[in-house]
């Protein structure tokens, strides 16, 4: 089984910044995509950003320029390094991965448990 485990959310006032960590545990062989997700209240869950084990990344338009995903493949850990927050930002964000548990078992999509971040204006 495999866990994921959210940290770094917060409140921090429109154009402040807050950096999100992820890391999983548990019964890991490999870990491809990685990637956050957030959902604001009343609104569909959404993609923030992804990166693969390679490195390359995909970023919400709405984001870009803004945040800066990352990832430590040898703590299996993923971050989110969130600038010039706005209070459109303000959400539930999840972690999200594919991983493999053990070689013979097929990716599976895990996620965390959410942690809520908060901009004020």
């Known amino acids: 089984q495999v866990q994921l485990v959210e940290s770094g959310g917060g409140l921090v006032q429109a154009g402040g910044s807050l950096r999100l960590s992820c890391a999983a545990s548990?019964?890991?062989?490999?870990?491809?995509?990685m990637g956050w997700y957030r959902q604001a209240p009343g609104k569909q869950r959404e993609l923030v950003a992804n990166?693969?084990?390679?490195?390359?990344?995909n970023y919400a338009d709405s984001v870009k320029g803004r945040f800066t995903i990352s990832r430590d493949n040898a703590k299996n850990t993923v971050y989110l390094q969130m600038n010039s927050l706005k209070s459109e930002d303000t959400a539930v964000y999840y972690c999200?991965?594919?991983?493999?548990?053990?070689?013979?078992?097929?990716?599976?999509?895990?996620w965390g448990q959410g942690t809520l971040v908060t901009v004020s204006s």
């Open positions: 548990g019964s890991i062989f490999r870990i491809n995509a």
């Open positions: 999200n991965a594919k991983a493999m548990p053990l070689p013979i078992l097929p990716y599976l999509e895990v």
């Open positions: 990166i693969t084990s390679g490195g390359s990344t």
